[in-house]
Every structure is written in structure tokens, then in C-alpha cells.
């Protein structure tokens, strides 16, 4: 199973980014997806996450500035970044637990997308 993350860019402060993961290989079914990011310095964090079914969750640092949602169908998860701020700055990692053939379930990251946020 790999995940392809892409989007990521540099931007200034205020300004709209559109990351997108999509999920390839040996999958039965995909659980909650999620998006974490890891700053210089800073250990990796959570940003959003969506289940299959049901409500999305969010940090409290990027309520009602980012939307995350997914595509079931497509294996895709994307995140839309609007009114970005300098400490938005970091790696852009998603996470999919997913059921494999067999009914195992794992979890798999992506090799993460660079955001860079100017002031």
C-alpha cells in the first residue's frame, strides 16, 4: 500500500493551498485518513482527520481555515488550506489505516509534501 501525497508549495501569508493523497496497492478498505504535519524542530502533529462515515475533526489551530475531505471511491483524501499563516510551515504528511486482503489492518504514512508559508 503506498500513499502519494502532492500539492504542496510556497505561498504567501494569506493565501489557499490544495494538498491531495491518494491510496494505491492491496487494499480491502480504507478507515480514517488523516493529515499531520511536522514543522523544523517541532515533533509531527495532528491537523485533520476523516472516517469513513461521519463527522471530520480538526486541530483548534486550523478550525475554520482548512477542510478536509475524501473520496471514497477514489482512495483520495485532500486538504484545502485557505488564510494560511507562517507557523502552517512545515512537511504535510497523510495517514490512512487501512484493512488489507485478510482483514488486517494497518496503518501507512505518506512521504509527506513541503508547505511553505511567507509572512
Known amino acids: 500500500v503506498q500513499l502519494q501525497a502532492s500539492g504542496g508549495g510556497f505561498v504567501e501569508a494569506g493565501g489557499s493551498l490544495r494538498l491531495s493523497c491518494t491510496a494505491s496497492?492491496?487494499?480491502?478498505?480504507?478507515?480514517?485518513m488523516s493529515w499531520y504535519r511536522q514543522a523544523p524542530g517541532r515533533q509531527r502533529e495532528f491537523v485533520a482527520s476523516?472516517?469513513?462515515?461521519?463527522?471530520?475533526s480538526a486541530a483548534d489551530s486550523v478550525k475554520g481555515r482548512f477542510t478536509i475531505s475524501r473520496d471514497n471511491a477514489k482512495g483520495t483524501l485532500t486538504l484545502q488550506m485557505n488564510k494560511l499563516k507562517p507557523e502552517d510551515t512545515g512537511v504535510y504528511y497523510c495517514?490512512?489505516?487501512?484493512?488489507?486482503?485478510?482483514?488486517?489492518?494497518?496503518?501507512?504514512w505518506g512521504r509527506g509534501t513541503q508547505v511553505t508559508v511567507s509572512s
Open positions: 495517514h490512512a489505516v487501512v484493512r488489507l486482503p485478510g482483514n488486517q489492518y494497518n496503518d501507512f
Open positions: 476523516v472516517p469513513t462515515i461521519g463527522s471530520t
Open positions: 496497492g492491496s487494499i480491502a478498505d480504507i478507515n480514517a
